[in-house]
């Protein structure tokens, strides 16, 4: 069974940080494509980082320079390293994959996880 869980996600303080990790099971991660999105109240899902396969990075303007996607194959993860995390930060993080990287950069990924709350607040 193809399964990807987040996890990582939390309350935390403006200018803190927080690491989410995506965890696959039921297949391998290391030729695969992933992406991390997130989905804030009343607002479409956003794409905010992605891996390729062979390591190539991709960042949203709104995270660029905060966020750091890297992954781990041997672990079969993803993570998502999040600094200096802002109030409009707050949203529910999702990681898809897919084999294909233009299915991540297009939101058509074959596989999604079920989300993981990060909230910042003062």
């Known amino acids: 069974q193809v399964q990807l869980v987040e996890s990582g996600g939390g309350l935390v303080q403006p200018g803190g940080s927080l690491r989410l990790s995506c965890a696959a099971s039921?297949?391998?991660?290391?030729?695969?494509?992933i992406g991390w999105f997130r989905q804030a109240p009343g607002k479409e899902r956003e794409g905010v980082s992605c891996?390729?396969?062979?390591?190539?990075?991709y960042y949203a303007d709104s995270v660029k320079g905060r966020f750091t996607i890297s992954r781990d194959n041997a672990k079969n993860t993803v993570y998502l390293q999040m600094n200096t995390l802002k109030l409009e930060d707050t949203a529910v993080y999702y990681c898809?994959?897919?084999?294909?990287?233009?299915?991540?950069?297009?939101?058509?990924?074959?596989?999604w996880g079920q989300g993981t709350q990060v909230t910042v607040s003062s």
């Open positions: 891996i390729s396969s062979d390591g190539s990075t």
């Open positions: 039921g297949f391998t991660l290391d030729y695969y494509a």
């Open positions: 898809a994959a897919d084999r294909s990287y233009l299915k991540i950069v297009t939101r058509k990924a074959g596989s």
